[in-house]
């Protein structure tokens, strides 16, 4: 990295000239790659890391456009080229290499002519994958002159050479196995709910515990009778309307808390997720922590700091089973501080963490609970003016500490992505569904409003229908 440093360095300072002294010693290719492409001035695309070094001595400056010809050779000595797509110059393997690399590794199985030669490239699954599941399969045949099986990590390539009828065999189990993996879109939504404010919310709209009258936020039909026409084809992303209405419904009830201030969405992130294999999000900060001090023997105070990475850890693993159903494997770790020294000057820190598992069907949630915090909160209130008067303000302001229940929860969505569609697709779908939760909100708050406002009306009415009725017969009339 040093000899990358100095050398870019000199390349600046020497820019102007159409010539360039070059001594190179000890220097990777990767990073002469780097440093041509800036000489050059083109844009250079490698997609592996080259190791080899390259030494090159000169005692006369060299033109510009020769630096690439020592790159070429330096890539050529390596097995690799450098080929021109439109304006990007980009790294690839060397044909000719390659060939000469599959034959090196034919003969290194077997020199015998009556025995099958097979190379089975991979498309879907890694090599290495697969050869644990052959060689299991061979061993159990307990054969002397059984199948060998060797791979290349690199060429992602599986050689079989064996007998004709049992290199078949394993050959149409490898290309069974080598199939298009699923691919599950994970929606997640980490929210803080105010348990105070919620209880609240709950009992002026109707949603408290998730249960609500007949004019309540989850009346999803009559909802959305008005305004324009939102087309969604969830048959294409595989979504049941049962799930559609409780997913919209669900998003609504989130957006009216988060309106009302009960609810504080954290943070929303999204994982494209392989079918069985675990996928991770890491959702915080890393800041420093004071972790001790130390006092020298000449007096001098030093602090020692250590920098920790505090938030929330989202471990998800998907697997497809059946028809549209997702097995999800949820480890979720939510990591904050207590205080930030304690007397013994060490940070003190919190865990919470919950392992579970659920089968969902395709576009269902999961709600995660019980990461709650509880906090003292300290308010104070005043009469104005008066609260502000020196020694006699005290007795015009009420000052009160209420216990507040914060509950993180965290809201998990796979979306099974069809064979024949994208991501992309799947995404525009998915904002559609976000139109109509918007929507779906706005339209039962109307219809809460407009029923509350009925009802008010009514007993008005019947407030005063009792008031003349009992002062008629107080007065005998």
Not at 72 to 88: A, F, P, R, V
Not at 121 to 142: G, P, R, W
Not at 296 to 311: A, K, L, P, V
Not at 335 to 360: C, F, G, H, M, Y
């Amino acid at each position: 990295m040093k000899h990358l440093l100095f050398f870019l360095l000199f390349v600046t300072f020497s820019f102007c000239n159409d010539y360039i002294d070059v001594n190179i010693k000890g220097l990777t290719i990767n990073e002469l790659i780097i440093i041509t492409s800036k000489v050059i001035g083109k844009n250079i695309l490698t997609t592996q890391k080259i190791d080899a070094s390259v030494n090159f001595v000169s005692n006369k400056p060299i033109k510009k456009s020769e630096l690439l010809d020592i790159l070429k050779i330096s890539l050529k000595s390596n097995g690799y080229e450098l080929i021109k797509e439109n304006d990007i110059l980009k790294v690839v393997k060397n044909e000719n290499t390659r060939v000469k690399k599959i034959d090196k590794i034919q003969n290194r199985i077997t020199k015998n002519s009556n025995r099958v030669k097979e190379l089975i490239f991979l498309s879907n699954v890694e090599a290495k994958n697969l050869q644990t599941v052959l060689e299991n399969i061979v061993l159990k045949k307990e054969d002397k002159e059984a199948c060998k099986i060797a791979i290349d990590e690199e060429l992602n390539v599986v050689i079989l050479s064996g007998k004709e009828d049992e290199v078949k065999e394993l050959k149409e189990l490898v290309k069974k196995m080598d199939k298009q993996r699923e691919q599950i879109y994970v929606k997640a939504k980490i929210v803080e709910l105010d348990d105070n404010m919620v209880e609240e919310i709950g009992l002026q709209y109707g949603i408290l515990g998730g249960k609500s009258y007949s004019g309540g936020i989850y009346t999803f039909s009559n909802s959305l009778n008005s305004g324009d026409a939102i087309a969604i084809n969830t048959q294409a992303i595989g979504l049941e309307i049962p799930n559609v209405t409780s997913t919209i419904a669900l998003g609504a009830t989130l957006n009216l808390l988060n309106r009302t201030y009960a609810l504080d969405i954290i943070s929303e992130p999204s994982l494209l997720c392989i079918n069985n294999k675990e996928s991770q999000i890491y959702v915080g900060e890393t800041i420093s922590l004071q972790t001790g001090t130390t006092v020298t023997d000449g007096g001098n105070q030093t602090i020692t700091y250590e920098r920790e990475d505090i938030g929330l850890t989202l471990k998800v693993k998907p697997r497809v089973f059946k028809e549209k159903k997702v097995v999800l494997k949820i480890d979720t770790l939510v990591e904050s501080i207590k205080n930030r020294v304690s007397i013994n000057a060490n940070p003190d820190t919190t865990k919470k963490q919950i392992i579970t598992e659920a089968i969902l069907n395709n576009g269902e949630s999961v709600i995660i609970g019980g990461l709650t915090e509880k906090r003292n909160e300290k308010s104070v209130e005043k009469v104005p003016l008066l609260g502000e008067v020196p020694l006699i303000g005290e007795l015009f302001k009420n000052r009160a500490t209420t216990l507040n229940s914060k509950n993180l929860i965290i809201i998990i969505t796979p979306y099974i992505i069809p064979s024949n569609k994208d991501l992309t697709y799947v995404r525009e779908e998915l904002a559609k569904l976000k139109s109509l939760e918007d929507k779906f909100l706005e339209e039962s708050l109307k219809r809460l409003k407009d029923k509350q406002k009925k009802e008010n009306r009514v007993e008005d009415s019947s407030t005063k229908q009792k008031y003349s009725k009992e002062v008629k017969e107080y007065f005998g009339i």
